[in-house]
């Protein structure tokens, strides 16, 4: 065993000497002379300042180029600037450690920064960010989308709710990009809709629904956090069976006379 671990010496000196130069030579490949994009190319522009961003803040788990390291984070290429934007315009990444779990937070870059990291991670492949509008989305369509593909988790009015393993978070604060990048990866817990089961139209209605959710005047009548029928009917119970009682009793003491 300890022969083994001797002979391993000089292969563990060679790897410290290529983190070393690894190290020395990525600065300069962020200014545009070395390993980039999937293509081979030098990145340029906005995804060369991405590659710089990308060294100092996200190499140390998903390895100096995008490709992942093992046990701690994941390769990143061809996830495409999409999966990148989601998880930077949600400050889900950078996390602190590998072990943490992602979750929404105040996003640690400024948007011109994210675009530049979306843009560098974009040159390994994968969905660009998508282009979203709410033109011609429909309310009502969006609804029935929403209670078919959605409520499961995230409950009717969007509060969230919990599902075996986990928590589907409240959707107050999700752009209409942020809904179809979520829908196109499947987060977590969260299944995968591809095209073809929503095309990003009915992703934009189910948004427009979301937004109205957001905005609409409480509907749930006396605001008992929305928790449906059951607890209304509850509510119904205690304050008006007494009532109906009470009426019931000065009937009934009138008739006695
Ligand atoms: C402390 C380690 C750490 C740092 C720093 C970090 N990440 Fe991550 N990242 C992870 C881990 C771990 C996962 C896998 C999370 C999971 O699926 O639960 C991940 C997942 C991702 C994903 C989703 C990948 C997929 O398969 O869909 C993207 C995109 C991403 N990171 C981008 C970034 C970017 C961009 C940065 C730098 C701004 C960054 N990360 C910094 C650890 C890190
Ligand atoms: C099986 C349960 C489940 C279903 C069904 C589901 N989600 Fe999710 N969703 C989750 C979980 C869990 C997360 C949190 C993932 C994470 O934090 O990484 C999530 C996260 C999200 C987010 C990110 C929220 C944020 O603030 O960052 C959006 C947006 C979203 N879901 C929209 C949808 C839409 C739209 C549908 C229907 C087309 C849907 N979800 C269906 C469980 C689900």
């Not at 560098?120 to 989305?137: M, Q």
């Not at 309310?139 to 959605?150: D, I, K, R, T, V």
């Not at 987060?187 to 427009?208: C, E, H, K, N, W």
Request: charged share 15%; glycine share 16%.
């Amino acid at each position: 065993m300890s022969g083994h671990r001797l002979a391993m010496a000089p292969a563990a000196a060679a790897c410290l000497l290529a983190g070393v130069l690894v190290l020395l030579v990525a600065p300069g490949a962020g200014l545009g002379q070395g390993d980039g994009g999937g293509s081979g190319a030098a990145p340029t522009g906005l995804a060369a300042r991405g590659r710089a961003l990308f060294v100092a803040g996200c190499s140390s788990c998903h390895g100096y180029r995008a490709n992942g390291i093992h046990g701690v984070a994941p390769s990143l290429r061809g996830v495409g600037a999409l999966a990148a934007d989601f998880y930077l315009s949600t400050g889900r990444m950078p996390l602190d450690s590998p072990a943490d779990e992602p979750v929404r937070t105040k996003p640690a870059y400024t948007p011109a920064e994210i675009g530049a990291l979306d843009a560098y991670i974009g040159t390994f492949g994968g969905p660009p960010v998508p282009r979203t509008s709410l033109a011609g989305t429909s309310l009502a369509h969006g609804e029935s989308l929403f209670m078919a593909n959605c409520s499961g988790c995230h409950q009717a009015a969007a509060r969230g709710g919990i599902v075996p393993g986990g928590f589907a978070p409240a959707l107050d604060n999700a752009t209409t990009t942020q809904i179809l990048e979520a829908t196109r990866i499947g987060p977590y817990l969260m299944p995968r809709f591809g095209p073809r089961l929503l095309t990003d139209a009915q992703v934009a209605s189910i948004a427009r629904y979301l937004g109205y959710v957001r905005t609409a005047p409480d509907r749930g009548g006396w605001g008992i956090g929305h928790i449906g029928p059951v607890p209304e009917g509850m509510v119904v119970w205690f304050a008006a069976v007494p009532f109906v009682l009470l009426i019931a009793r000065l009937i009934g003491e009138r008739t006695e006379r």
